[in-house]
C-alpha cells in the first residue's frame, strides 16, 4: 500500500509576513516561506520590510518571540 504525500508543518510565522511566494500558486505553503532560501518579505500590516516594532520583517525574525506577532490562522 502506497502512502499519501503530505505537506511540510507550516513554519510558526506571523500571519502578516508577506512575500511574493504568498501571493503565488505553489505547491507547499500558502506563506511559501517553506524553503531554506532567503526571500525579500515585508509585513502586511505596515506594508514595509518592517514590522509595527520597527523590527525587520523576514522568516528568521517575525515569530512567536516578537510583540506584534500574530499566530496564522488555518
Given amino acids: 500500500m502506497m502512502s499519501e504525500l503530505s505537506a511540510p508543518a507550516a513554519p510558526a510565522l506571523c ?3 508577506r ?3 504568498y501571493y503565488m500558486d505553489l505547491p507547499f505553503h500558502a506563506s ?3 524553503s531554506d532560501v532567503e526571500v525579500p518579505c515585508w509585513c502586511f500590516r505596515t506594508l514595509q520590510m518592517v ?3 520597527n523590527g525587520v ?3 528568521t525574525a517575525c515569530t ?3 510583540t ?3 499566530a ?3
Fill in 51 to 53: 514590522g509595527p516594532d
Fill in 15 to 17: 500571519r502578516h509576513l
Fill in 19 to 21: 512575500s511574493k511566494q
Fill in 32 to 34: 511559501g516561506m517553506d
Fill in 72 to 74: 496564522p490562522q488555518f
Fill in 68 to 70: 506584534c506577532y500574530e
Fill in 64 to 66: 512567536a518571540g516578537r
Fill in 57 to 59: 520583517a523576514e522568516r
